[in-house]
């Protein structure tokens, strides 16, 4: 048997880890921001019946156009946009790999604002990216000014900001993101992974007559579909076009197709939770700071809480005592998911032990 370094593997590769969050049984898992409440009985036998259906066909491709599935979409994300301005892939790291592959490669480059989502830079590196990452305020938030200089000197072809960010929680408002389209000749890619949690506009009001703006979108966390890897985005029908030049043939299942379609058209259902889990959010920020620790605002689903003196002690013991979080390496710092009122209960209760 050959080792991975005996194999002629493309010499930018040599010595990369597989990007993943540790995948342990554990009673609590709060470190990769799953929507913890689950899928409600009611949906779960809707996506089962549409997905029995497309069963009886998986002998002929799926698709290809998946032109309900971004019907669907767009009347969700609602704005005045139609199928002709979503497009949908298996989860939104595959949305940004073909943005990359559309808009990025050889002799190209990406910016972004750090700290922010581990995935961008490794992205970058697959697609021959040139990437760069410019710092963020000590608070980790953006402003117009800080934005606006980075994307004069670095003069990318694309732009990311995540927002609400990861792994910070930080909101970016509708006006941040208008200054940075204007400062730009590339494109803008809002990622808006964790929206449903924020209380800032959808970067998807700004899209009327700006077609160099893209909004991705997931599935994956307000609406607990994380097994079923679908992502999606908004933006002008041109970029559509694009991205369809460098996406596999029939990408996107029947199967998924048919679990986002049934998912959708119970969207009020499967987002009856968003609510609880910000209260959960809120308690932990209120929690950790009553405690003397430093959790940052978040508009998102999680808290990067700070003030640990050794971070990964805290973690290896809440570990052991059965809550899993998430060391994302900022000093000082760990992740936590926002999970049910009982996990949250759990959570907190064992952190207490270690920094009271």
């Not at 990025?104 to 922010?116: D, E, V, W």
């Not at 259902?269 to 003397?292: C, F, H, P, Y």
Request: aromatic content about 8%.
């Amino acid at each position: 048997m050959a080792n991975l370094e005996d194999l002629p593997i493309r010499n930018d590769l040599r010595g990369i880890k597989p990007y993943g969050a540790p995948q342990l049984d554990v009673p609590v898992s709060l470190n990769v921001n799953e929507n913890t409440f689950g899928i409600p009985e009611p949906v779960a036998l809707s996506i089962v019946e549409h997905l029995s259906q497309a069963v009886l066909g998986l002998n002929r491709y799926p698709d290809r156009e998946f032109l309900g599935l971004r019907a669907e979409l767009s009347h969700y994300l609602g704005h005045d946009l139609n199928q002709n301005n979503i497009w949908a892939a298996n989860g939104s790291n595959e949305i940004l790999q073909q943005l990359f592959m559309a808009f990025g490669g050889p002799g190209r480059s990406a910016l972004s604002f750090g700290p922010t989502y581990s995935m961008y830079p490794n992205i970058a590196s697959l697609t021959l990216t040139d990437y760069q990452e410019a710092d963020r305020n000590s608070d980790y938030t953006l402003t117009e000014d800080l934005v606006v200089s980075a994307i004069a000197e670095h003069k990318p072809d694309i732009v990311i900001i995540c927002a609400p960010n990861n792994p910070t929680g930080t909101a970016a408002s509708a006006q941040l993101i208008a200054a940075a389209y204007e400062a730009t000749d590339g494109i803008l890619v809002v990622d808006e992974a964790y929206a449903e949690f924020s209380a800032e506009l959808s970067a998807s009001t700004l899209l009327q007559g700006r077609e160099r703006l893209v909004v991705s979108r997931t599935m994956s966390k307000a609406f607990a579909f994380a097994g079923a890897r679908v992502g999606y985005l908004a933006a002008d029908p041109a970029v559509v076009d694009a991205l369809r030049i460098v996406r596999l043939p029939y990408h996107l299942s029947a199967l998924t197709q048919a679990a986002a379609m049934a998912a959708l058209q119970h969207s009020d259902l499967m987002l009856a939770n968003v609510e609880q889990i910000k209260i959960q959010r809120d308690r932990i920020i209120e929690t950790t700071r009553s405690w003397g620790l430093s959790p940052f605002p978040s508009d998102a689903n999680f808290v990067l809480v700070g003030g640990f003196d050794d971070p990964e002690d805290v973690f290896q013991k809440l570990l052991a005592a059965g809550v899993l979080i998430r060391n994302v390496g900022i000093p000082g710092t760990l992740r936590i998911t926002a999970g049910t009122e009982a996990e949250t209960t759990k959570l907190l209760a064992e952190l207490s032990l270690l920094v009271g």
